[in-house]
């Protein structure tokens, strides 16, 4: 349960999970798909971040997990943080029953538009969220009132994307919600390499001025650089190859990150000889 | 209003044609000039780097419309991203498989109904149970939409372009009824006065304004409990045991 009291001291009740691996519904009957269990039982996988989408609810691999007593974290996929209607009591009733299945130690998720209109099918999407602080305020409302009505700490994520819109760099963004909202968060090494290469500054730039002690939690996840027409990008593929701008945010961050209790390596579609190479190079940073 | 920017930010992901409006000077009443500046300022090429998009979003609109869309052809049901009521329907916070039958037209009335049975509004009092839905469609509807989706379906054959071998009829009344099923909806045979009664349900209503509505209808009184208590009983209306 999330206790009273300021973030820097909730904080300090969290546990420290260490380094984890994450997967969403039926991400393991693909072919090829990882076997969290199988990198358990290799000592890479201390907590697996289970991607839920109400809708479609707990697949067994998740729960298999989950019944054997391992810890776990809860990432929304579909909930509109900035949407006080999106905490209804049909979605909050579900998201509470998958709760007590998983036992998470927190609910984290992309702050972003998840779903366009009501939750539906072909409504599931993801953007980033607009960067203005009346836009990290709103958000902030709705994650102060998720943690309230679920009784568990709520760590905003940002998000990926080709481009971002606003008036705030990203990294003031999250600085803004985590103050408003008195939260820590999720920081996705490679959405922020995306941010940078789009905004056209180096990997690290901005985060000497960022409070590194709301980072909860890590994401370390492969990409691929893509070019569409000349424009560059990179596709968020959470393959086997992380680039080295994220290999750089994640070697500055882990360095300051006082409050630092889980990373997860992003990489449900490769099999396990791929990724270990991964989660050795990431254990090596957090030492 | 950011929420605001973001419908408008998944409109122009859908349809390059809106981005070409915006850059020539369109401006869209519910967005500041700030937050046009915004889009403006996206590198065009930005927003068309996922090129599966529509064909991703379409290939579930046809889940739910087989028939209606091959009837339309189902090339063409991709314009359906760049048409008002697709537009319409993401400002407005709306649902897509209900635009989307709607904007098919009148060959998508029974599946349309069938989609809106599947999305139960939060409608109070006596009311149409979940999946239930009353429809109107042309005479020999039903018997031409079960060979017509016999032939389009699966989705492979739909996608590669197969057509009804027959037009849809289009005159007379054949009243129909959907509930739920074990392997989904399943529709029958009403009948006019029931299916309007039926309709007169569906908003919600009360015990009593109920009753005055079957009798209306033609039920004499004392039949007007009856016919309230066999729907009940069928479990087509749900709720209202409170009366009043």
Redesign the interface.
Known sequence: MSRPGPFSQRVHGLPRLGLGVSTEYGAGSQAGALDPRALHRLGHAAFLEVGVEVAKGLDEQARAWAAAGLPTTYHFLDVNL??PDDLDDGWLGQVRAASRVLAPAWLCGDAG?WH???R????M?L?P??L?G??AE?MAAGIMALRERVGLEVLPENPPG??F???LDLLGFFARLTEAADTGMVLDCAHLAMYQRWAGREPTDGLDGFPLDRVVELHVAGGTE?D????G?VHDDHGGVVLPDTWAIVERVVAGAVNLKAIVVECERNDVATVVPLFERTAELWS | MSQALHRATVRCLYDPALVARLRAGERLPELSEQEHGWLLAVDPRAWTTDPYRRSRSLTALLDEFPVAAAVRGVRACDGFFSSQAFHRCIQDRGRLALAFGTWLGPVATLELAIARSRRPGPVAGLRLAPGVAAVTVPEGFLAWFVAARAEVLPLETLVGGARPSAAPPTEGDEHLIIEPGVDGPQVGGGSAALNAFLDFCASGTTREAALAEARRLGCEPGDDESLLAELVGDGLLVGGAEGG
């Open positions: 900035d949407e538009l366009v209109g009501p539906d099918r072909g409504h999407l953007l969220p607009v203005t009346d836009h709103q080709a481009f819109l606003g008036d893509q569409h027409h000349g424009f990008f």
